[in-house]
C-alpha cells in the first residue's frame, strides 16, 4: 500500500482543482489518519474503507464509507447511517463493526462470494476466477457459523431474501 499524504493531497488539488480532487476513500485501516485528512482538508470528502469506522467517519463530518463488505453489510451501514448519533445508532455500529471484523477474518472476496451464494441460494456466487480460491469446507463453515451468531445477521439474511 502506498499512503497518499496530506502534502500529495494539496499538491493535486492545488494543480488539478478542488473540484476534480473532491475526495478520497482512506482504506489505511487507521482512524486517527482518518480523522486527520477530514480535519485538514474541510469540504474534502474522505471516506472510510471500512464499515467500522462509518460511524465515527460521519460524527467526524466525513460522508460515510466505500467498502466492499457492504455487497453483504448494506443494510445495516444503511441503518447506521440513518439512525444519526445516539443510543440506537451506537447499538447500530456495533453490529456494523462485528460483521465487518468477522468478515475480513477471511479471505475476502472469497468470504463475500460465499456469504452471498449461502443468503441468495444461488451457488453460482461462490465462483472465482484464478487466481482466487474459493473457501474452503472448513473456512465457509466458520465463517457461517460466526455470521448466524452475530447480532445483526437476520437483518442480512431478509435483505439478501428480497433482492433474490
Known amino acids: ?10 499538491m493535486l488539488r492545488a494543480s488539478h482543482g478542488q473540484e476534480v480532487v473532491a475526495g478520497i476513500k482512506d482504506s489505511s485501516g487507521d482512524w486517527n489518519n482518518l480523522k486527520a485528512l477530514i480535519e485538514r482538508f474541510p469540504g474534502f470528502d474522505v471516506f ?8 465515527q467517519n460521519l460524527a467526524a463530518g466525513g460522508p460515510g464509507c466505500i467498502s466492499a463488505t457492504t455487497n453483504v453489510t448494506a443494510p445495516v451501514a ?11 445508532a451506537d447499538k447500530l455500529q456495533e453490529g456494523l463493526s462485528e460483521l465487518r471484523l468477522t468478515i475480513q477474518a477471511f479471505p475476502l472476496v472469497a468470504a463475500l462470494k460465499h456469504i452471498k451464494a449461502e443468503l441468495s441460494g444461488e451457488p453460482a456466487w461462490a465462483r472465482l476466477l484464478p487466481p482466487l480460491l474459493p473457501l474452503d469446507a472448513a473456512q465457509a463453515a466458520a465463517l457461517m457459523t460466526k455470521l448466524r451468531a452475530a447480532r445483526d445477521f437476520a437483518r442480512l439474511q431478509e435483505t439478501m431474501r428480497l433482492a433474490a
Open 48 to 55: 472510510s474503507g471500512s464499515e467500522h469506522f462509518l460511524a
Open 1 to 10: 500500500t502506498v499512503p497518499i499524504t496530506p502534502g500529495l493531497i494539496e
Open 78 to 88: 444503511r441503518a447506521a447511517m440513518a439512525a444519526g448519533a445516539g443510543p440506537q
